[in-house]
């Protein structure tokens, strides 16, 4: 079984920061990909940024400039450094996984979400 944390949400004033932090435990062999998902009120949930096993980065256009995305290996976890907030980064913030067992399969899971508001 294999699950993530995830903490670091609040609240923040418009151009304020962040950092959210997700670590997995459990039956872990490797993680392929790890990533950091929203949802705001009303919205579909969308990828914020990603980074692979091998180091490839990608970034919603809306977060470019704003946001990092890094993962220690060693620790199993996943960071997200937000700055220069506004109030529409407001949402749920997810981490997602794509994590391999020792048999070579690939699963994803998600964290529970932590709530991020933006706002004076």
């Known amino acids: 079984q294999v699950q993530l944390v995830e903490s670091g949400g609040g609240l923040v004033q418009p151009g304020g920061s962040l950092r959210l932090s997700c670590a997995a435990s459990?039956?872990?062999?490797?993680?392929?990909?790890m990533a950091w998902y929203r949802q705001a009120p009303g919205k579909q949930r969308e990828l914020v940024a990603r980074i692979t096993s091998g180091g490839s980065i990608n970034y919603a256009d809306s977060v470019k400039g704003r946001f990092t995305i890094s993962r220690d290996n060693a620790k199993k976890t996943v960071y997200l450094e937000m700055s220069s907030l506004k109030p529409e980064d407001t949402a749920v913030y997810y981490c997602?996984?794509?994590?391999?067992?020792?048999?070579?399969?690939?699963?994803?899971?998600w964290g529970q979400g932590t709530q991020v508001t933006v706002s004076s």
């Open positions: 997602y996984d794509i994590i391999r067992n020792e048999a070579g399969y690939d699963y994803q899971y």
């Open positions: 459990g039956s872990i062999f490797s993680i392929v990909t």
